[in-house]
């Protein structure tokens, strides 16, 4: 009994080592990757600058509030988004 799952075992790394080797990431796979994960972080982060420079222009007496708290937010975003993206990936 213990032989057959250890034969099955032994069987199914077998194959996922054979199917890692031919899966193995190109350097295009690789440089859009990271590109990608770039864009995941620095949208949200330069969405939220503009937005805050813009609510700043609407309201007197805060020049720079709402655009350091946007942009805040835009890091906190952008953060999970790349954490998401990573994860899932794998």
């Given at each position: 009994?213990?032989?057959l799952?250890?034969?099955?075992?032994?069987?199914?790394?077998?194959?996922?080592m054979?199917?890692?080797?031919?899966?193995?990431?190109?350097?295009?796979?690789?440089?859009?990757?990271?590109?990608?994960?770039?864009?995941l972080?620095?949208?949200?982060i330069?969405?939220?600058?503009?937005?805050?420079?813009?609510?700043?222009?609407?309201?007197?007496?805060?020049?720079?509030?709402?655009?350091?708290?946007?942009?805040?937010?835009?890091?906190f975003?952008?953060?999970?988004?790349?954490?998401?993206?990573v994860?899932?990936?794998?």
């Amino acid at each position: 009994m213990n032989d057959l799952k250890l034969k099955q075992q032994i069987e199914r790394q077998a194959r996922r080592m054979k199917q890692a080797e031919h899966d193995r990431p190109t350097l295009l796979s690789q440089t859009v990757f990271l590109g990608t994960l770039g864009l995941l972080l620095a949208l949200p982060i330069v969405a939220g600058a503009y937005l805050g420079r813009w609510l700043d222009s609407r309201l007197a007496g805060y020049p720079v509030h709402w655009t350091i708290s946007m942009i805040m937010l835009g890091v906190f975003i952008g953060a999970l988004n790349v954490y998401f993206f990573v994860r899932d990936r794998q």
